[in-house]
């Protein structure tokens, strides 16, 4: 909640509360509590944009907690985020629907002499929820005196291009229809002013990329994008002990890549452990895909039906879905500026993903999001008074640490691949730093003519992402937007449900019911179910959900 603070002018202005932003906020606060220190998140609670499922490096978290909370190791937290250490790290090949080999031990070899491979080891560290994590990362910050506010997407970045700096941030207008016409509740967003702007927003960011085009930032690469998919299935407790609370599965191959035959494409699948008897399955699919019929919740289906995958998911129920991209052009698309070569401008940083510090041969960017927070925060208290020196001297910090020198070790991988595909270029990307740079051409661009060969026999629900022949998915608090779309997809489902019961709900509310169905409402309206669980299956916990919509949208 807001409270009568003015917050229409701070010191140090953080979009994104992400593990980035929010890092560099706690950071921040400890080492400079007088600092005026405000982040805004567009999603209502904070963890809700992130998928949950992550492989975690520790260092750099541990070093913020460190500095943060120093007995963090006792709290409550601390025992339920980072329960899971990695103990089994699995890498697979698949080939078809039924064969899977285990390629751990190259890897290892990899390792051992040094080659790119290698990094896609994962043997101690920590399976995460990011959204737990970040959530925690929120607590803490709260508690530091940050203030946080959630439900604020920003919209703009207002640049001075003659003085080199930016001076603000404009927050969206609320009240718009869908076509942006002004009604009755229209309130235009506001401006707040800040002396330093720290962009966090993640993966293709709205001012990162707006604030890129108007402070004239080049990249040497263009950036290129990953689509990853997941869902967090609830299974049986069986399953997820032969799973094991602290492996974690990587695959290559089938359904996206099969050698010589194809399809063809870059990444690959995951399995990770969540809360007990839940299990995260997801897809990480280049966007550089060149079918023009394909779209990653295929892959993710083929996948799941895999002989090796099944037997662990089974029968279990999807709780959770979601899709995010990753930024994956690695460090030659790190948006830079031309003149002081500063990853930002002036008083302007950019963090986390929304620089694009994730490497791809490790498939992590955590690590470099909250360290890449850290050294923010360092640059902005040795800046403070003169903030147009922040980015330059973030920049310095960066290319000092850990960041810089990972993301220079993967600098060709991304792009050695895309050039010459799966079956050369995996094994070329072994000689890294060593290549020379290979220009690529925008994802967009890699789309030909050809038909995805292995697109399964159903259709998706666009707005939930699950396949139609699949689990209806109950709604859940952790879980929460949906929009009217797809509420509106969901009721005559419901109806035909054997436990529902139109008579069972009160005049009132199927009324309310109606105005959705008949498109009273915008579909662009997107609604947050805050009632626990509300599974079909259950009469009594299902009839919650049209009455809370109800009350919610009227
Ligand atoms: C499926 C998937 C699996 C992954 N697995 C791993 C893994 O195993 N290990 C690993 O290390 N990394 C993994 N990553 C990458 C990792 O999640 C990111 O590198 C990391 O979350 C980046 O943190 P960030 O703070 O920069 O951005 P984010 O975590 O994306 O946070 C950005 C925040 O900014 C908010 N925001 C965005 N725009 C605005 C705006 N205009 N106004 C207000 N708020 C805004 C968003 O709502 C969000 O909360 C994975 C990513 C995906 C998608």
New binding site residues.
């Given amino acids: 909640m807001v409270d009568n603070k003015n917050y229409n002018q701070v010191s140090v202005l953080i979009?994104?509360?992400?593990?980035?932003?929010l890092a560099c906020a706690i950071q921040l606060k400890v080492e400079k509590p007088d600092a005026d220190v405000c982040v805004?998140?567009?999603?209502l609670a904070?963890g809700n944009?992130?998928?949950s499922?992550?492989?975690?490096?520790d260092k750099a978290l541990h070093k913020l907690l460190d500095a943060a909370q120093p007995d963090w190791r006792d709290s409550d937290e601390a025992k339920d985020i980072l329960s899971q250490r990695i103990e089994k790290d699995d890498i697979l090949f698949l080939l078809g629907k039924k064969f899977s080999f285990n390629i751990i031990a190259v890897m290892k070899i990899a390792k051992k002499l040094g080659l790119g491979f290698g990094e896609m080891l994962h043997g101690g560290d920590y399976v995460v929820s990011?959204s737990k994590l970040?959530n925690w990362l929120g607590k803490i910050a709260a508690k530091v005196g940050v203030e946080v506010l959630t439900g604020?997407?920003?919209?703009d970045i207002i640049y001075d291009n003659a003085a080199g700096k930016a001076t603000g941030v404009k927050l969206v207008d609320q009240g718009l229809n869908k076509k942006g016409e002004k009604q009755p509740n229209y309130v235009e967003g506001e401006v707040i002013k800040a002396d330093f702007i720290v962009l966090?927003?993640?993966?293709d960011?709205?001012?990162t990329e707006k604030f890129v085009k108007k402070a004239s930032l080049k990249r040497f690469a263009h950036q290129m994008y990953s689509v990853?998919v997941?869902e967090l299935i609830k299974v049986s407790p069986e399953q997820y002990e032969k799973f094991t609370a602290s492996r974690v599965v990587h695959a290559m191959g089938y359904p996206i890549w099969t050698p010589l035959i194809g399809p063809g494409i870059f990444g690959g699948g995951?399995i990770y452990p969540g809360a007990k008897n839940h299990i995260s399955v997801?897809m990480?699919v280049g966007a550089d895909w060149k079918y023009r019929n394909f779209n990653p919740q295929d892959a993710l289906v083929r996948f799941k039906k895999h002989k090796f995958v099944k037997q662990f998911i089974k029968g279990g129920e999807v709780v959770e879905a979601g899709a995010?991209?990753?930024p994956e052009g690695g460090y030659y698309a790190v948006p830079r500026d031309p003149q002081t070569d500063s990853i930002g401008k002036g008083n302007v940083m950019l963090?986390?993903?929304?620089a694009g510090?994730?490497n791809m041969q490790k498939?992590?960017?955590?690590?470099?999001?909250i360290d890449s927070g850290m050294q923010a925060a360092h640059a902005i208290i040795a800046a403070y008074d003169s903030p147009e020196k922040a980015a330059v001297k973030y920049t310095q910090l960066v290319e000092a640490s850990n960041i810089d020198k990972e993301m220079k070790s993967a600098m060709n991988y991304r792009q050695t691949v895309a050039k010459f595909g799966n079956l050369i270029g995996f094994p070329l990307s072994v000689f890294g730093k060593l290549l020379p740079k290979f220009d690529v051409e925008q994802d967009y661009e890699a789309m030909t003519e050809a038909d995805y060969r292995l697109k399964p026999d159903h259709n998706f629900d666009k707005d939930t992402f699950i396949a139609s022949f699949e689990k209806f998915p109950p709604f859940q608090s952790e879980y929460g937007a949906y929009s009217i779309k797809a509420i509106k997809k969901f009721l005559p489902l419901m109806r035909m449900g054997k436990h529902w019961s139109w008579d069972a709900i009160d005049s009132k509310t199927q009324d309310r019911i109606g105005k959705i169905i008949s498109g009273e409402c915008d579909e662009n309206i997107k609604v947050r179910v805050r009632e626990k669980t509300i599974n079909l299956t259950d009469n009594n916990n299902f009839q919650g959900l049209p009455i809370w919509l109800a009350s919610y949208i009227i």
Avoid: R
């Avoid at 805004?40 to 999603?43: D, G, L, P, R, S």
């Avoid at 604020?152 to 919209?155: G, H, K, L, P, W």
């Avoid at 498939?363 to 999001?369: M, N, P, Q, T």
């Fill in positions: 979009v994104g509360a992400g593990p980035a932003g805004i998140e567009k999603a904070i944009h992130n998928l499922g992550a492989v975690l490096e990011i970040t604020f997407a920003a919209e966090a927003e993640g993966c960011g709205l001012l990853a997941k995951i997801g990480i995010h991209m990753i963090l986390g993903d929304s510090f994730v498939i992590k960017g955590l690590h470099h999001a």
